[in-house]
């Protein structure tokens, strides 16, 4: 019988909203949790497919989530072609930049966009706004719990 195929969620958080989405995706048994510090090649390597969950800082993604890309990029670099990925960012108005780096990084390892880019924002303006804790709404945790249990089922009926 073939190993299960697995969902990896890489996520970095600051003020807790990308950790907090990156876990009610994670629901799923065949999902792995893991924080952007702590992914190295062999994480990547061994999974079947990708969420990506961050904030988005000055107009790009997190600095952690950033490294994760760039210690991990030519390592696999032509080993994960065509698999699937999906992207979640915490936003304090805009999160588009966050979602073009990623996509770009993505299109670099060639991988398949699965699901419409998720971008929350969190109309965060003043430096206290920006720098709080955040709560997560009940809506936006059921989407993003949906979305990991969506990816996970297409990976078990090998749609993706």
């Known amino acids: 019988m073939d190993a299960p195929r697995t969902l ?6 600051r003020t807790g909203a990308s ?3 990156a876990k009610a995706a994670a629901s799923h048994e065949h999902a792995r949790l893991m924080r952007a510090r702590e992914v190295g090649s062999d994480d990547i390597l061994s999974a079947s497919a990708y969420l990506f969950v961050c904030p988005e800082n000055l107009a790009s993604m997190s600095g952690e989530m950033k490294e994760m890309f ?3 990029y030519y390592p696999i670099l ?3 072609e065509g698999r699937a990925y999906a992207t979640i960012i915490a936003a304090g108005s805009d999160g588009s930049g966050a979602q073009k780096q990623i996509d770009r990084i ?5 991988l398949k966009r699965v699901a419409d880019p998720m971008i929350v924002n969190f109309d965060a303006q003043s430096p206290e706004e920006i720098m709080a804790d955040k709560n997560v709404g009940m809506q ?3 989407e993003s719990e949906q979305l990991g249990l969506s990816i996970c089922e297409g990976l078990a009926l090998g749609v993706f």
């Open 106 to 110: 993505a299109t670099g390892w060639r």
């Open 8 to 13: 990896l969620i890489v996520w970095h958080s």
């Open 19 to 21: 950790e907090q989405m």
């Open 70 to 72: 760039d210690a991990n």
């Open 140 to 142: 936006t945790l059921e």
């Open 78 to 80: 032509g080993q994960i």
